[in-house]
């Protein structure tokens, strides 16, 4: 006899050599069999199954149903085994291997959770809807996307995607619309009492807007209205009898009143919330003739198939004679309304208690944040109403109301003049407090309500996309990728406005929403004593320009949105997996931290500096120890960075240092929102950019944009470094020959499709460089440092994948084009 673990070892070599050699599952139904069978009629194993792309000659072309299928005519009967299914949907290939773990593993799995919470909400057990409440809605959000129709809206969204890519951008969005949709009112209702019943599609998941029409794309399958609309409703035919209709709480309340092609309240993609699992109206028993209204709805909303127990209700437009609108009586809720909306709070065993609104609002932000609507016609001369700053006819006059950034509510320029406003009046520079008195009497509790005033001014349920400006050709706007601090402000951010119409760049407060109390600057202030001195001055260095719409101060997403944050710190950290930074990025922090450790050492008791210094100097006189002692207090005390305080012991006197900035990913996810290009003086940040986006590739080169950038790498641009001079100098409109020189070179990389000659546009370039050093020399400006520039224009731009999926689920509804243009800049002084 073997020995036993011999045995073992032989049993596990069949296993594995069973599971290398299982017969792959290449033949996918994008809708599964188990559900297909709901829709059988008693002693019936088929389906009468209609192509709606049928060949004039009467036959149609089914072979991409099963490997080695034959030519169908327009219905047949078949089996649920052989409809809604096609060759290699999910398989994915290596080489020669192929793979079909997204079928097997993925669907397996969720098709086995949704199909005992599909049956759990056709019996309407309340036990079995309660427990199989979260997985029938990652179903119906994955049978959504699975289908052909739900691949070919993903591959719209992205410039381009392999087999891989798409299966790994499926799975990524998957629970995309389940927020919304266990936020609105849901309603079963019955066919049982009518002789048609429901059909099933190859794209299930339906959605109706009464304010869209249905349009067509080659001339069989119609583009679904977002979700987020508040006229948009979900239907989705859970059996032949049963089905269920999703709509917004603002449209089931307001359904005549309400503007159905406008967002919903707090519309989001991504994010949770507490909602009733009991919830559910399901009183409705419709009739033949509603039943067929949304049959057509279901029918538009195919791609091309559809599948039904009896031939004659594959035709639901022969027996309706309404219009599209018609359908929106039968989908509109009526009764019990009052089991949704409302106010939600819930206290945990920890003491804190979870408040949320009626569309998930975690604050009560949108009601002191609100603004009320400009009365009557804007002039094109009045201010924008998105509160820019700008002309109503140079902001969003051109812009259609659904494209504007917000009205209603404090645009991003407004908040950070609104928290300059309570910064000034909180340290009392407005009552005639010196910027020394405030060095001198900062404290905790001026720290707490400075904090408070940003937190509230950015809550958890900001939507930062609704704030920001809008893309325009009429001026070259620059996402800075680093980071702020009163020191680089002028090098790397006002100086170039001489340059740049608009910059975009990270705000250097903390926000203590969400933050451990133990790093709050609302309960552990007096660590932040330091960040905040610095973080006020450089608010109020940048104030002028804010207030002028040169500078857009804005937090990174992460600040405020959990979500968000979870996200892009994994893509950070799979980025970063195998990273070391280069000495020269981390030189540019490492001096600026000294600097910070020396003003904090200054501010050492002289007992405790005497230590300092005898330990780093043993052989120190006690002479000279003082006067060192005393040349640092001399130093430091008219450092406008530097505290007059002493440091306390303890660790009441720790210091926390933050260093505020975006990312590579949140750059260009506000790149792409703001049509914005990316610039950096960092080179970890530039060999990033190139080395983790789509410019990595090696046919992504753009040799006809040489001459530009030779012009550029030739130029030596003074910089002024006093903000007054350079803000005065922008006013008055100096130097506005270069920066229209750079505009026309940004709306070039973002539409190459107008025919320009790049050689001819260089000398412009350079004649641009040279009117401006001689309008320079020409001036008062004589705090100038060299400026030098290096461009980058690869043929794509920087596009990721990832940002394009942040684009989707936390951005806007439509394409946007990823940053084409990136400008390395040095600025020596």
Known sequence: ??????????????????????????????????????????????????????????????????????????????????????????????????????????????????????????????????????????????????????????????????????????????????????????????????????????????????????????????????????????????????????????????????????????????????????????KRKLNRGEVIKINQLLKTGSRRYVAAGKREWLYPEKDSSGTWADIAEVLLPRDELWQFGGEIYAKFDDGHVHYQDAFGRQSGAHKYLAKKLPSGKVGVNDPCGCGSGRKFKHCCKDLPASDRPAWDIFGIRERNLLLCRAVTDILGLDSGKTWDDVRRELSDEQIVNIHEAFGSLWPTDTNLPDLLPRPSTNLFRAVYLGTIDPRTIAPVATGWLAYFDQIVVAHPFVNPVGMRPEFSPTHSPSQYKEQTLKNVLALLMLEPFIDAGYVHLVPTPMDFDIEFSKIVMKMARTRTANWKPDKASTDQFMELAREDLMRTLSRLPDDRLRKLVKSAIPDASDEAIEALISATRSQYSGDPLTLLQPLLAGENGGQLKIVKGYGLEAALYLAALTGSEIYTDVHSHWDHLHEHTSAARSDNAAPDWKPIADAFSSLTLPIDLDLQASFTARQTGKFNDMREAIRRIGNLARDESNAVDKEKLARVVLGAAEKNTNQWQGSNLAHAAKGRVDISVPQSGFERNEITRLLITFGSRQPIRPPQMALFIRTTY
Not at 174 to 191: D, F, K, N
């Open 1 to 282: 006899m073997l020995h036993t673990k011999a045995r073992e070892r032989i049993a596990g070599w069949i296993r594995l050599a069973k599971k290398m050699n299982h017969a792959l599952t290449r033949n996918n139904h994008y809708v599964p069999v188990w559900y297909q069978k709901g829709f059988l009629t008693s002693n019936e194993s088929q389906l009468y199954y209609l192509d709606k792309a049928a060949h004039e000659s009467g036959q149609s072309d089914g072979r991409d149903n099963q490997p080695g299928g034959r030519l169908r005519p327009p219905v047949s009967k078949l089996p649920p085994k052989k409809c809604f299914c096609t060759l290699d949907l999910y398989t994915t290939q290596s080489g020669s291997a192929l793979n079909d773990d997204i079928e097997r593993y993925l669907f397996g799995k969720l098709d086995g959770s949704g199909s005992n919470a599909v049956r759990a909400f056709v019996s309407g057990d309340p036990v079995g809807m309660h427990e199989g409440f979260q997985d029938f809605f990652e179903y119906l959000d994955a049978q959504k996307l699975r289908t052909p129709k739900g691949l070919d809206w993903i591959r719209t969204c992205y410039p381009s995607l392999t087999q891989v890519d798409l299966m790994h951008e499926m799975q990524a969005l998957r629970l995309m619309h389940c927020t919304m949709w266990t936020e609105g009112v849901r309603e079963i209702v019955s066919a049982e009492q009518s002789d048609v019943k429901f059909i099933v599609s190859d794209h299930p998941v339906a959605i109706y807007n009464r304010a869209v029409q249905p349009t067509s794309e080659a001339g069989t399958s119609s583009i679904d209205p977002p979700v987020d609309l508040v006229g948009s409703q979900t239907v989705f035919a859970l059996d032949a009898n049963t089905c269920l209709i999703l709509s917004h709480l603002e449209y089931a309340n307001n359904p005549q009143t309400a503007d159905l092609t406008r967002r919903r309240t707090n519309a989001r993609y991504r994010g949770g919330g507490l909602v009733r699992t009991d919830a559910f109206i399901r």
